[in-house]
């Protein structure tokens, strides 16, 4: 069992920046996958960005060169720095953990954190 515990959100103007953070515990965090997600009232939960275990990135194309995801794992978190944010950002922000090992699928999700960016 990982829980996930995300921080950071808030309410920015457009062109603002936030950090977003996600504590993990309960398991070996290293072995996992961490990504972001995010939902939008009436939407899909979609994909923002995505670190591996070996620490290969992955975005969503929308978001690329001003979203920056990093992963601490001597402390075990997670990190989104979004920069140049755009109204069209506003959702509830996810932490994902996910392993999938030689038998069995972990995949754990943080509670989300809120993200308004409004002038």
């Known amino acids: 069992q990982v829980q996930l515990v995300e921080s950071g959100g808030g309410l920015v103007q457009p062109g603002g920046s936030l950090r977003l953070s996600c504590a993990a515990s309960?398991?070996?965090?290293?072995?996992?996958?961490m990504g972001w997600y995010r939902q939008a009232p009436g939407k899909q939960r979609e994909l923002v960005a995505l670190i591996t275990s070996g620490g290969i990135t992955n975005y969503k194309d929308s978001v690329k060169g001003r979203f920056t995801i990093s992963r601490d794992n001597a402390k075990n978190m997670v990190y989104l720095q979004m920069n140049s944010l755009k109204p069209e950002d506003t959702a509830v922000y996810y932490c994902?953990?996910?392993?999938?090992?030689?038998?069995?699928?972990?995949?754990?999700w943080g509670q989300g954190t809120q993200v308004t960016v409004s002038s």
């Open positions: 309960g398991s070996i965090f290293s072995a996992y996958a």
């Open positions: 994902n953990a996910k392993r999938i090992p030689t038998m069995g699928i972990y995949d754990y």
